[in-house]
T-cell receptor
Framework: AQSVTQPDIHITVSEGASLELRCNYS??????LFWYVQSPGQGLQLLLK??????LVQGIKGFEAEFKRSQSSFNLRKPSVHWSDAAEYFC??????????????FGTGTRLQVTL | KAGVTQTPRYLIKTRGQQVTLSCSPI?????VSWYQQTPGQGLQFLFE???????NKGNFPGRFSGRQFSNSRSEMNVSTLELGDSALYLC??????????????FGQGTRLTVV
């Protein structure tokens, strides 16, 4: 069964500092990987996705993630964090070949706090 | 372009009652998925509908059901509500025209509280 592990429940960084959120996945075939962000009381917004090709993917809001098959990881990075980045971040894996974006398996999330 | 609309945003129900939640996908999207989000279990997949047919189902009891209409709007129903059903229910829509490179757009969710 597919699974996603986000080992960091809560991370605090200073504004302007770099950020890396960790994500490890377990999946029997080539995974489709996603990072979503959720602000309080809101739904999920897709930051970036990986399906195939270049293992370094660029997303919105200055985020990027690198797929490392050998480490089963898909870590999210941002070179300089802004106070507005404070939110909860979810890594997800999918890809059952149904031709839809359904049945995503999410990690437990990492809550990011940004100090000024 | 309007996003995914979920109604109502907030709901309070009593144990044993049933509830129906609604989701209107983005215009042109034919796939609708539902997720339950709780502090204890996180985000869990409930089911997915495409062209009025249930395509996938998560590991939830039969009290949880859904349907999709010809205009792609979807409803989910929970019968005989339990306290543990209190959660944020999220709906996501996608094009799903074949190939996996479609993005799931999420609504703001319906916050259900069972008392």
């Amino acid at each position: 069964a597919q699974s996603v592990t986000q080992p960091d429940i809560h991370i605090t960084v200073s504004e302007g500092a770099s950020l890396e959120l960790r994500c490890n996945y377990s999946y029997g075939a080539t995974p489709y990987l996603f990072w979503y962000v959720q602000s309080p009381g809101q739904g999920l917004q897709l930051l970036l996705k990986y399906f195939s090709g270049d293992t370094l993917v660029q997303g919105i809001k200055g985020f990027e993630a690198e797929f490392k098959r050998s480490q089963s990881s898909f870590n999210l990075r941002k070179p300089s964090v802004h106070w507005s980045d404070a939110a909860e971040y979810f890594c997800a894996v999918g890809g059952l070949g149904t031709g839809t974006a359904s049945k995503l398996t999410f990690g437990t999330g990492t809550r990011l706090q940004v100090t000024l | 372009k309007a996003g995914v609309t979920q109604t109502p945003r907030y709901l309070i129900k009593t144990r044993g009652q049933q509830v129906t939640l609604s989701c209107s996908p983005i215009s042109g999207h034919r796939s609708v998925s539902w997720y339950q989000q709780t502090p204890g279990q996180g985000l869990q997949f409930l089911f997915e509908y495409f062209s009025e047919t249930q395509r996938n189902k998560g590991n939830f009891p039969g009290r949880f059901s859904g349907r999709q209409f010809s205009n792609s709007r979807s409803e989910m129903n929970v019968s005989t509500l339990e306290l543990g059903d209190s959660a944020l229910y999220l709906c996501a829509s996608s094009l799903a025209v074949g190939g996996f490179d479609t993005e799931a757009f999420f609504g703001q969710g319906t916050r259900l509280t069972v008392v």
